[in-house]
């Protein structure tokens, strides 16, 4: 294996179809910043581009983009990892190929029908053809069958890869959670006429799916990511990634009461989900913190610089992005002013970034390392270190300038459009016209071409970090060796 030199002979079986994943997931991830550029510079020149690229179809293809590339991320690091963990090569990998073909041309297929199509006629073919009309799962029926095989596919794959070599607490945990992957997504093609049935359902989707299976899914791939670049101890790793299903399954499933606070459910749901909502981020914080002390102490030496920053940006991500930001407005006392207004979108944009983009691209720079020969990936890159620091500075930069911009705009709209105005249409458009809300979006426009700026260095950077650097990388060790 030659250090500095990309060739296909350094990767497994179950890795090259992993880089298909990862070069999927990177289309879409500039997808999702294009579109979301597009988005916010309708807010302040509404007719731009109108009845060409409207606003909801703009959105959707934003908002679907940046699911769809997640989701693409963790199935391409899963798939990359899978054969060293099991210490065997992957079972199904013809199928598994198979499948990543249908489902990159499902999603193909489903953007241009937003672009072009859009809408039909009020009747059963409409929402099996062209879209359910299910914000962020507008996907039509056929495209949401094809979704559950391929995840049924990827769960098989998995789970006999592992059944066929060895088994540890993280593949457990792993396999179990592809079981909810597959099974929750069929709750979002549930249809009943009943308005707050279907938003009940809807919501086992929106955030079930999202929200608890990928926060699992993101444990297993942390817990790995630290044996990676680290050499953490496996024992503290699977630790914390059991006390993280635990808490899923004892708060975050009850926090989804904090989504039905305004559908038509019971009153009791107000309680349940505003106690329940905001544990879920604090073990992967405390997984990442207890392997980087444990790491100082023992003098580990760190082998791949860029991957351990976006793993370190990931953990507090997730901690401000989906705990304090999310706590913020959870309780019903404050949701009621809140929902539905540029504060959830804060909310959102920082959510997504730090509990999700954050690992996978964490994934991309460890992928990448045993891609070009294990090369050194550490500190004083030659000619290439600057790129990564300054790609991580800039996305997280407009990330959080984003945040923060969308917060005012928000606090905007629940102050003049919610407590003053009682939320009727006038004072909808009277907030949207506020001084405060306006400079808001302003702002968030130009953040969103920081994070455009860091997005296109990233790319730069994944493309040619590492090539033709001559050191090997360092081996991380793992100083207590335990098998959990």
């Known amino acids: 294996m030659n250090a500095g030199i990309q060739e296909s002979s350094n990767l497994t079986g179950g890795q090259k179809l992993a880089v298909k994943y990862y070069t999927v997931a990177v289309v879409l991830f500039v997808a999702q910043i294009l579109f979301g550029l597009l988005s916010g510079l309708k807010y302040l020149q509404p007719d731009f581009l109108y009845e060409v690229l409207d606003f909801n179809v703009t959105r959707m293809v934003h908002i679907n983009a940046m699911i769809v590339w997640m989701l693409f991320g963790f199935m391409g690091a899963i798939y990359w990892l899978v054969e060293e963990e099991s210490e065997t090569e992957l079972v199904g990998l013809k199928l598994g190929n198979l499948a990543f073909w249908v489902l990159t041309s499902a999603v193909t297929v489903v953007v241009l029908v937003y672009l072009f199509v859009q809408v039909g006629p009020a009747e059963m073919s409409t929402i099996w ?34 059944m066929k070599g060895k088994w540890s607490g993280i593949s457990g945990v792993l396999v179990l959670d592809l ?69 899923m399954l ?15 459910t019971p009153e009791y749901w107000l309680g349940i989900g505003g106690f329940f909502s905001a544990l879920e981020p604090v073990p992967l914080v405390a997984m990442v913190v207890h392997a980087v002390y444990d790491s100082g102490v023992h003098g580990s030496k760190n082998s791949n610089h860029p991957a351990l920053a976006w793993l370190i ?24 002013y809140t929902h539905g207004t540029q504060w959830t979108t804060s909310h959102g944009h920082l959510a997504f970034f730090g509990a999700y983009a954050t690992i996978n691209i964490a994934m991309f720079y460890i992928a990448l390392q045993r891609w070009r020969g294990n090369v050194y990936m550490s500190a004083g890159l030659p000619g290439n270190g600057w790129k990564w620091k300054w790609a991580l500075s800039l996305l997280c930069t407009g990330v959080v300038g ?28 009277e907030a949207q016209r506020g001084t405060w809300y306006v400079q808001g ?44």
């Open 129 to 162: 053809f062209i879209g359910e009309g299910r914000e962020y799962i507008e996907a039509p029926r056929w495209a949401d069958i094809g979704i559950v095989i391929c995840l049924l596919v990827f769960m098989y794959n998995i789970a006999a890869t592992f």
């Open 179 to 247: 079981v909810a992957l597959a099974g929750l997504y069929v709750a979002g093609m549930y249809y009943t006429p009943n308005i707050s049935m279907d938003q009940y359902w809807w919501w086992w989707v929106v955030h079930l799916w999202v929200e608890a299976t990928w926060e699992v899914l993101v444990g297993c791939i942390m817990a790995w990511g630290l044996i990676k670049t680290l050499g953490a101890n496996r024992k503290i790793v699977t630790t914390w990634l059991y006390i993280e299903v635990a808490l």
């Open 250 to 264: 004892g708060a975050g499933i009850l926090g989804l009461g904090h989504h039905y606070f305004w559908i038509g």
């Open 313 to 336: 940006a990931h953990a507090f991500g997730n901690f401000f992005g989906g705990g304090v930001w999310g706590f913020m407005h959870t309780l019903p006392q404050i949701n009621l």
């Open 402 to 429: 984003m945040t923060m911009a969308l917060l005012v705009s928000g606090y905007e709209q629940a102050f003049v459009e919610r407590a003053l105005g009682g939320s009727t249409w006038a004072a909808y458009f």
């Open 441 to 484: 979006m302003y702002w968030r426009q130009i953040f969103g071409y920081v994070t455009a700026a860091g997005l296109v260095l990233l790319i730069w950077d994944l493309l040619t970090i590492g090539l033709r650097e001559k050191r090997s990388m360092v081996v991380p060790t793992d100083h207590v060796v335990v098998t959990a």
